[in-house]
């Protein structure tokens, strides 16, 4: 059975960092694009960044670069979000999703961030 499970997420105040964790189990991780994604209130969901299987090319959207860091550890079957420098439009449910070459797709169930003074 798959299971993706994040955790990580919180209330953080404006320029404050977190980290996100999202632990993978049921399938052959380390053949799968690993991404983040994120969706705020009222707002469709949007890919945060994403990783290859074997780790060696990143994507990010344009609004993170050079704040939020994807990394993954295939021996663990887990990735990461760091995430530093936040702003309160970084504020959204953020969701783990793996996608294997025939596109089947799974997604965690998702994290809570909270950027608020």
């Known amino acids: 059975q798959v299971h993706l499970v994040e955790s990580g997420g919180g209330l953080v105040q404006p320029g404050g960092s977190l980290r996100l964790t999202c632990a993978a189990s049921?399938?052959?991780?380390?053949?799968?694009?690993m991404s983040w994604n994120r969706q705020a209130p009222g707002k469709e969901r949007e890919l945060v960044a994403a990783i290859a299987s074997a780790g060696g090319i990143t994507n990010y959207a344009d609004s993170v670069k050079g704040r939020f860091t994807i990394s993954r550890d295939n021996a663990k079957n887990t990735i990461y979000l760091q995430m530093n420098s936040l702003k309160p439009a970084d504020t959204a449910v953020y969701s783990c999703?793996?996608?294997?070459?025939?596109?089947?797709?799974?997604w965690g169930q998702g994290t809570q961030v909270t950027v608020s003074s």
């Open positions: 049921g399938f052959s991780f380390s053949n799968y694009v």
């Open positions: 999703k793996a996608r294997g070459i025939l596109g089947n797709t799974y």
